[in-house]
T-cell receptor, first 112, second 112 residues
Framework: GESVGLHLPTLSVQEGDNSIINCAYS??????FIWYKQESGKGPQFIID?????DKRQGQRVTVLLNKTVKHLSLQIAATQPGDSAVYFC???????????FGTGTKLQVIP | DTAVSQTPKYLVTQMGNDKSIKCEQN?????MYWYKQDSKKFLKIMFS???????INETVPNRFSPKSPDKAHLNLHINSLELGDSAVYFC???????????FGDGTRLSIL
């Protein structure tokens, strides 16, 4: 399944399926992007990052894609598991000493 | 071994009071941050400090005053609390800019 960020939508995915979470960022000068996962009652936790000189980066079960032309970032989670249920945020870094702007988040619900 | 710890975890107080939230990181990071997360999960940076010096102050009312006694600590003092200050406040740290941030588990502030 897919979702679009900017207001907290909910993405419901069947366990084992792939998830795609999207984020539209605001500043064309942003040069560093991070995806965070926030579980209930916890702080955001780093998942994966990508710099503006790349368009794809892979981690364990996660892939981040960056399209600078349309200022779009996506997080793909392979074989989604119940433990992936959380709110996911994209964050963009820009400016001389790093103004950090977070997206509005997407809630991922994994259906067992 | 908690990397970024904040105290207290919960803070319930009356309008008009003054309160402080403490943050400590044991990661040896140079940069620390304060964020505010509202009821809709929107996460907004308030302050950024690098080596005890203020770097970013994002149009936060001057009732909020951060203090960094050393680079491992960044405390947040709030004067004359208002109802709109109710939120979850997160402390974070990173090793310089353009690096992932490590977040504490938040302080839930409720104003009666």
């Amino acid at each position: 399944g897919e979702s679009v960020g900017l207001h907290l939508p909910t993405l419901s995915v069947q366990e084992g399926d792939n998830s795609i979470i999207n984020c539209a960022y605001s500043n064309s000068a942003s040069d560093y992007f991070i995806w965070y996962k926030q579980e209930s009652g916890k702080g955001p936790q780093f998942i994966i990052d990508i710099r503006s000189n790349m368009d794809k980066r892979q981690g364990q079960r996660v892939t981040v894609l960056l399209n600078k032309t349309v200022k779009h970032l996506s997080l793909q989670i392979a074989a989604t598991q119940p433990g992936d249920s959380a709110v996911y945020f994209c964050a963009e870094h820009s400016g001389g000493y790093q103004k950090v702007t977070f997206g509005t988040g997407t809630k991922l619900q994994v259906i067992p | 071994d908690t990397a970024v710890s904040q105290t207290p975890k919960y803070l319930v107080t009356q309008m008009g009071n003054d309160k402080s939230i403490k943050c400590e990181q044991n990661l040896g990071h140079d940069t620390m941050y304060w964020y505010k997360q509202d009821s809709k999960k929107f996460l907004k940076i308030m302050f950024s400090y690098n080596n005890k010096e203020l770097i970013i102050n994002e149009t936060v009312p001057n009732r909020f005053s951060p203090k960094s006694p050393d680079k491992a600590h960044l405390n947040l003092h709030i004067n004359s609390l208002e109802l709109g200050d109710s939120a979850v406040y997160f402390c974070a740290s990173s090793q310089g800019h353009n690096q992932p941030q490590h977040f504490g588990d938040g302080t839930r502030l409720s104003i009666l």
